[in-house]
């Protein structure tokens, strides 16, 4: 099974720029369709983006669109996640996670994920 380890978070500005990435060990990373979530306090956890195993295929929530960018690289085996423009309501604990399950619209639920990671805090002021 894979390990994920988080890492990027922070305090930003509204309008500003954080990139998260997220390292996997352990089983072939390329196994693994990628996704990242975010959980602010008192909601429940909400997909954000997701990303096949080639890359070739890419999925994210509306509020993010155009903003966010997801991409991965498996010879390093990381999975990042680019966020410009944020806003307050970005504000949130962001996970990625890991599933062998094949590649769609399924990768937008949490539930499809057997792999999660620790998580890092993603503060945006106003």
């Known amino acids: 099974q894979v390990q994920l380890v988080e890492s990027g978070g922070g305090l930003v500005q509204a309008g500003g720029s954080l990139r998260l990435s997220c390292a996997a060990s352990?089983?072939?990373?390329?196994?693994?369709?990628m996704g990242w979530f975010r959980q602010a306090p008192g909601k429940e956890r909400e997909f954000v983006a997701a990303?096949?195993?080639?890359?070739?295929?890419?999925y994210y929530t509306d509020s993010v669109k155009g903003r966010f960018t997801i991409s991965r690289d498996n010879v390093k085996s990381t999975v990042s996640l680019q966020m410009d423009s944020l806003k307050p309501e970005d504000t949130a604990v962001y996970y990625c996670?890991?599933?062998?399950?094949?590649?769609?619209?399924?990768?937008?639920?949490?539930?499809?994920?057997?792999?999660w990671g620790q998580g890092t805090q993603v503060t945006v002021s106003s």
């Open positions: 996670a890991a599933t062998t399950v094949r590649a769609g619209s399924v990768l937008t639920l949490h539930s499809v994920y057997s792999t």
């Open positions: 352990g089983r072939t990373f390329s196994d693994y369709n």
């Open positions: 990303i096949s195993w080639r890359g070739y295929n890419t």
